[in-house]
Each structure stands twice: as structure tokens, then as C-alpha cells.
Nanobody, 116 residues
Framework: QVQLVESGGDVVQYGGSLRLSCAAS????????MSWYRQAPGKERELVAAISSTGENRSYVDAVKGRFTISRDNGKNTLYLQMSSLKPEDTGRYYC?????????WGQGTQVTVSS
């Protein structure tokens, strides 16, 4: 059974930092392109950052460029999102996603709340 489990969400103040993790089991993440999405209350889920299977290619939504860094450790089967200079508009539930060919998996999410 494939599981993606996010952790690291918390309540932080404006300007703070957090590191999210997504640990995988039942799947070898090194084959998968990985992404972080987030969903704020009343809004659609949006792509925040993506990384290729090898980690060579990374992309970010404009709103987080220069503040967030996506990374992965294929040896640990884990995906990360380092977030800094957090803003209230970064508040939401953050989900990791794994995709390989037609296979794709979602985690259950971890809540990030940024207070002003």
C-alpha cells in the first residue's frame, strides 16, 4: 500500500520559517516527479513547487520564488519544502504529490497557518 505522509506544519508568525516533509512508503520515490500543492479555505488547490525525479529540475509558482525551496532525498524516500519569510497568504493545507507515468498519489496534507 502506497502512503505519503506529510509533517512539519504549524502555526508561525509573519516572517517565520518551516520545513515540511513528505515521507513515502510502499513506493520507490526515485522514479517519481514530486510536487507540493496547497489549498487555502474557499480556494482551489494550487501547485506551489515541483521537482523532477532526480532533483535536477525544480519549478515554483511566482508567489513563493525566492522564499521556498523544494528538495528530495531519494535515499530516505522523502520530499521536503523549506519555507521562509512566510506570509499570511501562505496559510493553507499543504499536500505532497507523486507522479510517474499514469500513477499518482497524494498525501493527507499538513496545515500551515501564518499569523500577521
Amino acid at each position: 500500500q502506497v502512503q505519503l505522509v506529510e509533517s512539519g506544519g504549524d502555526v508561525v508568525q509573519y516572517g517565520g520559517s518551516l520545513r515540511l516533509s513528505c515521507a513515502a512508503s510502499g513506493v520507490t520515490l526515485s522514479r517519481y516527479a514530486m510536487s507540493w500543492y496547497r489549498q487555502a479555505p474557499g480556494k482551489e488547490r494550487e501547485l506551489v513547487a515541483a521537482i523532477s525525479s532526480t532533483g535536477e529540475n525544480r519549478s515554483y509558482v511566482d508567489a513563493v520564488k525566492g522564499r521556498f525551496t523544494i528538495s528530495r532525498d531519494n535515499g530516505k524516500n522523502t520530499l521536503y519544502l523549506q519555507m521562509s519569510s512566510l506570509k499570511p497568504e501562505d496559510t493553507g493545507r499543504y499536500y505532497c504529490h507523486a507522479r510517474w507515468v499514469v500513477r499518482n498519489y497524494w498525501g493527507q496534507g499538513t496545515q500551515v497557518t501564518v499569523s500577521s
